[in-house]
């Protein structure tokens, strides 16, 4: 019998020691791995692009290799950055939407009797109306007027850096790295925050530390 028992042990420690914990700062399956650190003062987000965004932004130095001999396409817009303390996602932010050329000018519309209800404020997450230049953006009510652009305002020198060091949108079979550019709320420490994958090559969660 004590020779059996070891014996039977055996394959549960096997089992065991083959359920590893991903790695913080890496995730991958068969066809991708993806590793990558997070910027969330705001003076390291500026020393890493070399000019300042302001508050609120929070960026991903990620590096993206892909496995299958096919290769892989790769964008931006396959990853969300993910609050752990609220919830709160943001999708990765083009350059354009942090920088871009134009500001989005809305006339107010006639005072309108009612209660309340009758308007929505507020800068929120997954609204319709996007001001040019900020990735803020707000819900459209019954009586807010269509915006227009005003392309009389010059193009935030700083968006030529931010498509420089963007990750690439391409197609490809090689590793390729740069940056993502996200918006999150409050003050988050590295292992607030996980990086979600959702791509041609499925799903992934990468947390950080």
Known sequence: MKRILPLLLLPICMLLAGEKKPLPNQAGNDDIDIAGTVILERQEVEQALGADLGPRYVVVKIKVTPKADAGLRVSPDDFTLLSRKDGERSPALEPSQIAGKGELVVKPAQQQPGGDGTRTNGPIWGGVTVRAGSSKKKTES????????????????????????????????????????????????????????????????????
């Open 142 to 209: 019954a009586d807010t007027p269509e915006p227009k652009v005003d392309n009389t305002v010059e193009e935030n020198p700083i968006i030529g850096v931010l498509k420089e060091k963007i990750l690439p949108d391409a197609e490809t079979k090689k590793p390729v790295e740069g940056l993502l550019y996200f918006m999150m709320d409050g003050k988050l420490k590295p292992k607030d925050v996980s990086l979600i994958y959702k791509g041609a090559a499925g799903k992934l969660v990468m947390d950080f530390k």
